[in-house]
């Protein structure tokens, strides 16, 4: 990266279709770019292996929500009936593991799912409401039916008229500059 | 015994010489539509000025349900009484249409995450609709427990909240259960619905043309901007959480039907009440999506989308959940009579013909006769008829909770304590008005937000797939 690139976020590519996309992905990833996005209207089956990208880290996030989830179940039953207000109920134990399994049960879901929720929303950067794609016209297209690669300037392959024409080479449509 | 072929994987060799015919998968999108069309289609609905049909049937909706809003006011000013409950049945239509009103709710998460897990690529075009109705239903259900508790400025001592009397919720019971199986339930299903509607809601802002348009769906739709690296991972987590709400609408219904199972009383305490209540979930709840899609796919002319394929396994589920609801009431009787019990065979005997047989013969006809008519291809196909025949659906569905609450509470161990139930005006008014409080929530999402999820609708689509050439 050069000084020039300073004002400048990347350089988009427009495809027509899914499998044109797809076939210019393999090639950028073979090319050993790390900054660089496909914008599609839809996850194209495969795109993941064809962008190199690893696996999702949202998992971990569910399973760490699961759990804490399940701890949660645990406590506030347990601090609630047996703990803080002990309360005689038809004999039952103050707290045992199988009455209030359906407490556990639920939380653990709900946890889990906040987990994934919001992990998902963390890990994608989102909310973002401003950012220099959405100053791009073709950009909105993206969301209806048109496919786009974005090199971005922080990657150590990008130089301007060079990934243009590694862009053209892979049989785009319209090329634009992105400006921050 | 015939010989066992050596390699069991091999292509049996009877095929080469029958050659039997390939038959095409049956196509989910008609007349070959394109991702432009999908998306004009479904940003149309929200793009178009408000129909007529839409301005009439919203007014009678909010004129519907202020019967609601007139029924809770006269409740909490007046007090729990002015329903019909009374000793022996203090659970009438409260807990009625609380649970007929979950149940609806069932199919929506049954689409969007259960069919997801099992592939089934026709949930695509309905999903969205059917998950809308899910947190609308259980919006309904609420209300009836909510005010059920009679204070009900005291209602959040249902959850575990910290409050000046120094006591917990008890954990012991089932109806506590219910409180976090419900709110769970709610909370995970828009959860679900709205991450499902974020890529959809930046479609729609990226069409906006005017800036109130385009400032309320860019913040809904939280600047998405449909990289690889945000699909990846929101693919993940959509699958997650359909795996979470799979198992979660399975413990919601069952949960519910704990509230009965767990009690003692005859026809309430028996163990097929888990399985038996989520598959009448279930059935109900498709009945209820075909009630709303088929006007829609009319209004809106989503016939390449939502064709008969769609309609004919909705059809399908429901003949199969019916069926099994049949079996489930047959079961019913069947250890009923077999356990010896001199209260539940009575309890049984008196529902079948009782002073409530009317409710049940109700039941019977619309919940295991009804549904059987979808065994016809010609039934399936004739649209109005299926309308028809969900209607029946819901309405037997109803019953049926009306049967098992209310059957067993009137005439349960003492005759000298046995009483007949009826509805008050006040039940009457709160539960017609959720059917336009439905409404109203219901239009408003058809109006606002996107009606099919149009990345999965693409998704599906032939040419979406990278290999296709």
Redesign the interface.
């Given at each position: 990266m050069n000084e020039r690139n300073e004002s400048i976020h990347g350089v988009a590519c427009t495809f027509r279709?899914?499998?044109d996309?797809?076939?210019a992905?393999e090639k950028v990833r073979d090319a050993g770019w790390k900054n660089w996005?496909?914008?599609?209207?839809?996850?194209?089956?495969?795109?993941?292996q064809?962008?190199g990208?690893p696996?999702?880290?949202?998992?971990r996030l569910?399973l760490l929500g699961g759990v804490t989830g399940f701890i949660t179940g645990c406590l506030?039953?347990w601090f609630?009936?047996s703990y803080?207000?002990p309360?005689v109920?038809?004999g039952?134990p103050f707290w045992s593991p199988i009455?209030?399994f359906?407490?556990m049960?639920?939380?653990t879901?709900?946890f889990?799912?906040?987990g994934?929720?919001f992990?998902?929303?963390i890990?994608?950067r989102?909310?973002?409401?401003?950012?220099p794609?959405?100053d791009l016209p073709q950009?909105?297209?993206?969301?209806?039916?048109t496919f786009m690669i974005?090199l971005e300037a922080r990657d150590k392959n990008f130089h301007l008229d060079e990934s243009r024409n590694f862009l053209l080479s892979l049989g785009g449509q319209e090329i634009t500059v992105i400006r921050e | 015994m015939a010989h066992a072929p050596e390699h069991s994987t091999d292509r049996p060799e009877i095929l080469d010489r029958v050659n039997p015919a390939e038959l095409p998968r049956s196509k989910l999108i008609l007349n070959d539509r394109?991702?432009?069309w999908i998306?004009d289609k479904v940003c149309g609905i929200v793009e178009e000025p408000t129909p007529l049909w839409w301005k009439v049937t919203f007014v009678a909706a909010l004129f519907i349900a202020s019967f609601t809003g007139a029924g809770l006011l006269y409740l909490v000013s007046t007090g729990t009484g002015t329903w019909g409950l009374r000793s022996p049945v203090g659970w009438g239509w409260a807990i009625v249409n609380f649970v007929f009103w979950v149940g609806i709710g069932h199919a929506g998460t049954l689409i969007s995450a259960i069919l997801c897990l099992l592939r089934q690529k026709w949930r695509t075009s309905i999903n969205r609709a059917a998950e809308a109705m899910t947190i609308f239903a259980v919006m309904c259900a609420g209300i009836f427990p909510l005010f059920h508790v009679g204070r009900v400025w005291f209602a959040w001592w249902l959850f575990?909240l910290p409050n000046q009397n120094?006591?917990?919720?008890?954990?012991?019971?089932?109806l506590?259960?219910d409180v976090?199986?419900v709110s769970?339930y709610f909370?995970?299903s828009t959860?679900?619905w709205y991450?499902g509607m974020?890529?959809d809601l930046?479609?729609i802002?990226?069409?906006a043309k005017t800036w109130w348009r385009k400032a309320f769906y860019?913040?809904l739709a939280?600047?998405?901007?449909?990289?690889?690296?945000?699909?990846?991972?929101?693919?993940?987590?959509y699958l997650?959480?359909a795996g979470?709400?799979t198992?979660?609408v399975l413990?919601v219904h069952t949960?519910v039907s704990?509230d009965f199972a767990v009690s003692n009383v005859p026809g309430w305490h028996t163990t097929i009440f888990p399985p038996y209540f989520v598959a009448g979930a279930i059935f109900s709840g498709f009945a209820m999506v075909l009630t709303l899609m088929l006007p829609l796919r009319a209004i809106y002319r989503l016939h390449d989308v939502i064709n008969q394929y769609h309609i004919d396994n909705m059809c399908k589920i429901i003949l199969a959940t019916g069926t099994m609801v049949g079996y489930a009431y047959a079961t019913e009787f069947f250890i009923a009579a077999y356990s010896g019990n001199a209260y539940e065979k009575f309890a049984f005997v008196n529902r079948a013909f009782g002073q409530y047989a009317w409710a049940y013969w109700i039941m019977v006809s619309c919940n295991v006769i009804t549904p059987q008519l979808f065994w016809f291809k010609k039934i399936r196909e004739n649209h109005a008829l299926v309308w028809i025949i969900c209607l029946f659906v819901n309405v037997g569905m109803w019953f049926e909770r009306f049967v098992i609450t209310v059957t067993s509470l009137a005439n349960d161990y003492l005759p000298s304590s046995w009483g007949y139930y009826s509805p008050t005006i006040v039940d009457i008014f709160t539960f017609f008005g959720t059917f336009g409080f439905f409404s109203v929530l219901f239009l408003l999402f058809v109006r606002f937000l996107p009606l099919l999820p149009?990345?999965?609708v693409?998704?599906v689509a032939p040419?979406?797939?990278?290999?296709?050439?």
């Open positions: 279709s899914p499998s996309v797809f076939h992905a996005d496909v914008h599609t209207p839809f996850p194209i089956h495969g795109m993941d064809a962008m990208l696996r999702s880290k949202v998992p569910t506030l039953t609630m009936n803080d207000y309360l109920v038809g039952k009455f209030p359906p407490v049960y639920e939380c879901i709900l889990a799912a906040f994934t929720f992990g998902q929303f890990l994608n989102l909310p973002q409401h401003h950012h794609l959405f950009f909105a297209r993206t969301s209806d039916d974005v | 394109g991702f432009h998306t575990p120094g006591i917990w919720p008890q954990f012991r019971s089932p506590e259960w976090f199986a769970t909370t995970v959860l679900f991450m974020v890529p930046g479609a802002r990226d069409r860019s913040v939280l600047g998405w901007r449909g990289g690889n690296r945000q699909w990846s991972n929101f693919e993940m987590a997650l959480l979470l709400s198992p979660l413990s949960i704990f149009m990345a999965e693409k998704m040419q979406a797939d990278p290999h296709a050439h």
